[in-house]
C-alpha cells in the first residue's frame, strides 16, 4: 500500500519549467543539453547529402565552380586584379567563409520551420536547432579547407605562416560570429511571418555583392560606402582570413567596425531569439 500512495505522488507531480530573465542568454541550460548539438548536427548533415551520388564533395564542387565562373567574368573579362594574390585563390580564400555564412543562415532561418513536430512535443533550449544547424555547415568548410591548402600548393603565394596559424582560426571564429546572429534572428522571425522564407534567399545573394568576396576592399574609394560596407559582420572575416597573405596587415579600422557590428547582431539576435521562443510551439 505504501508503494502505492508513493506512486501515486509521483504521478501527480507536476514538472515547471519556468523562462529565463528576459536578458538572459540561458547559457547553463544549453550546456546541460550540449549532447544535442551532436545529435542535431550529425542528422543535418546526413540529411543534406542523403540520395546523392557525390555526397560530400558537393562542399567542395560548390565553391570550385563559383571560383572559376567569378575568374573568368570578374578577372579574365572585367578586369578586376586582387592584391598581389592570383585571382582564383584571392576569391577562393573569400568563397569558403562565405559558404559557411550562406549555407549558415539558410539553415539556421528555415530550422526552427522544419524541426516543428520535435519542438511541439518535447522540451528543450530551442537555441541548440539554429545553432546546430550553422555547425553543420563547419563540416562543409573542413572539406573546402583542403582544397585550399591544396590551392597554396599549386599556386605558392607569399604567405607568413605564423599569421596564417592566428589569423585563419580568427577569421572562422568570426564567420561563425557573424553567421549566428543573424541566423537567431531569421529562426525567431521566419517561424512568425513566412515571407522571411523568401527574404533569405535575397539577403544571401544580395551580402555577397556587399562582401569582399569578388573585390578587394581597396577598390572602393569612397570612405562612406567603405564604412556601410563595413557595417557587414563578414567584412572582418574575410580580411583577417587573408592578413597572412599581406603580411599580417589589413584596415584595422574597418575590420573593427565589422567586429563590433557582428558581435551586436549576436547578442540582440540570441536576446530576441529567447525572448520570442515561448510562442514557437503555438506558431510552428
Given amino acids: 500500500m505504501r508503494e502505492i500512495a508513493q506512486s501515486s505522488m509521483k504521478d501527480n507531480d ?10 538572459s542568454l540561458g547559457l547553463s ?3 546541460q543539453y550540449r549532447e544535442l548539438f551532436y545529435f542535431f548536427t550529425w542528422r543535418d548533415v546526413k540529411v543534406k547529402y542523403k540520395q546523392t551520388v557525390l555526397g560530400i564533395f558537393w562542399a567542395v564542387l560548390q565553391p570550385l565552380f563559383m571560383m572559376l565562373i567569378f575568374t573568368l567574368f570578374f ?3 572585367m578586369g578586376i586584379q586582387s592584391t598581389g594574390l592570383p585571382y582564383p585563390l584571392f576569391v577562393f580564400s573569400g568563397l569558403i567563409l562565405w559558404n559557411l555564412f550562406s549555407n549558415g543562415i539558410t539553415n539556421a532561418g528555415n530550422s526552427m520551420v522544419t524541426n516543428s513536430n520535435i519542438i511541439k512535443k518535447i522540451y528543450f533550449p530551442r537555441l541548440i536547432i539554429p545553432i546546430s544547424s550553422i555547425l553543420s555547415s563547419l563540416v562543409d568548410l573542413c572539406f573546402a579547407f583542403i582544397v585550399f591548402i591544396g590551392m597554396l600548393f599549386w599556386y605558392s603565394p607569399s604567405i607568413d605562416i605564423s599569421s596564417a ?8 571564429l568570426f564567420s561563425c560570429i557573424a553567421t549566428f546572429g543573424p541566423g ?6 521566419n517561424i512568425k511571418y513566412r515571407d522571411f522564407r523568401y527574404v533569405i534567399p535575397f539577403l544571401v545573394q544580395a551580402l555577397l555583392f556587399l562582401s569582399p568576396v569578388i573585390y578587394p576592399q581597396m577598390m572602393v574609394k569612397q570612405k562612406w560606402i567603405e ?3 563595413a557595417l557587414n559582420p563578414m567584412y ?3 580580411e583577417i582570413f587573408r592578413a597572412p597573405f599581406n603580411g599580417g596587415m589589413m584596415n584595422t579600422e574597418m575590420v573593427t567596425i565589422s567586429i563590433v557590428s557582428g558581435v551586436i547582431m549576436l547578442l540582440t539576435g540570441i536576446l530576441y531569439f529567447k ?3 515561448m510562442y514557437f510551439a503555438d506558431l510552428s
Fill in 275 to 277: 525572448r520570442t521562443e
Fill in 29 to 31: 541550460e544549453i550546456w
Fill in 227 to 229: 564604412i556601410l560596407l
Fill in 165 to 172: 596559424i592566428l589569423f585563419w582560426p580568427l577569421g572562422i
Fill in 75 to 77: 578577372s579574365r573579362g
Fill in 184 to 189: 537567431c534572428w531569421l529562426a525567431a522571425l
Fill in 236 to 238: 572582418a572575416a574575410i
Fill in 14 to 23: 507536476e514538472f515547471v519549467i519556468n523562462p529565463p530573465g528576459k536578458l
